[in-house]
């Protein structure tokens, strides 16, 4: 599992509320992802980081934002949540060594209410 | 923009049939190709990663081919057992680019 852990695992809230998840490693890798699963959608790609500092957004941004601050930890928040942000989020890294083989955390349910 | 499809999006098979399942992607400048497993209400779990350079990868009953001239991969499995039952997707990763997934195939091994 790449030591990659999400937190929180499941959440509820309701909507126009801010949520932070987190998602941590243990092996210092510079690339980080953000992902949400629906059905009928796939996987899609919210935001990715690069290094400390340095972010990029994916396919479906809007309504995330996030914040890396120490390589370990990739923060990815929704300042007012709606409904439509209810999903699983799953985080990834991508290994600098070998084959840059790409790894998931267990994911965190979010239902917004 | 490269683009990855897998078919069927289902599939149903009896115990211990051998299966192939398939992806395509249509930028042949790849980098490598990353083979997944995904349980109902869990994370994706890596399978398989093959290189650009490889023509084929094996682990265990799971083996994957490339094919980069023709844009497909194929993910072998031998002697399916129920156990085998899960979503498996393939992702394409073309170099400093966040890696395409495919939607993944749905499969059931019947006991």
């Known amino acids: 599992d790449a030591g990659i852990t999400q937190s929180p695992r499941h959440k509820v809230t309701e909507t126009g509320t801010p949520v932070t998840l987190r998602c941590h490693q243990t092996?210092?890798?510079?690339?980080m992802y953000w992902y949400r699963q629906d059905p009928g959608h796939g996987l899609r790609l919210i935001h990715y980081s690069y290094g400390v500092k340095d972010t990029d957004k994916g396919e479906v941004s809007d309504g995330y934002s996030v914040s890396r601050s120490k390589t370990e930890d990739f923060l990815l928040t929704l300042e007012s949540a709606t409904s439509s942000q209810t999903s699983v989020y799953f985080c990834?890294?991508?290994?600098?060594?070998?084959?840059?083989?790409?790894?998931f955390g267990p994911g965190t349910r979010l239902t917004v209410l | 923009k490269q683009e990855v499809t897998q078919i069927p999006a289902a599939l149903s098979v009896p115990e211990g049939e051998n299966l192939v399942l398939n992806c395509s992607f249509t930028d042949s400048a790849i980098y490598n190709l990353q083979w997944f497993r995904q349980d109902p209400g869990k994370g994706l779990t890596s399978l398989l990663l093959i290189q650009s350079s490889q023509r084929e990868q094996t682990s265990g009953r799971l083996n994957a081919s490339l094919d980069k001239s023709s844009g497909r991969s194929t993910l072998y499995i031998a002697a399916s057992q129920p156990g085998d039952s899960a979503t498996y997707l393939c992702a394409v990763d073309s170099g400093n680019t966040p890696l395409v997934f495919g939607k993944g195939t749905r499969l059931s091994v019947i006991a």
């Open positions: 990834a890294i991508r290994r600098d060594r070998g084959y840059n083989e790409q790894f």
């Open positions: 092996e210092n890798h510079r690339y």
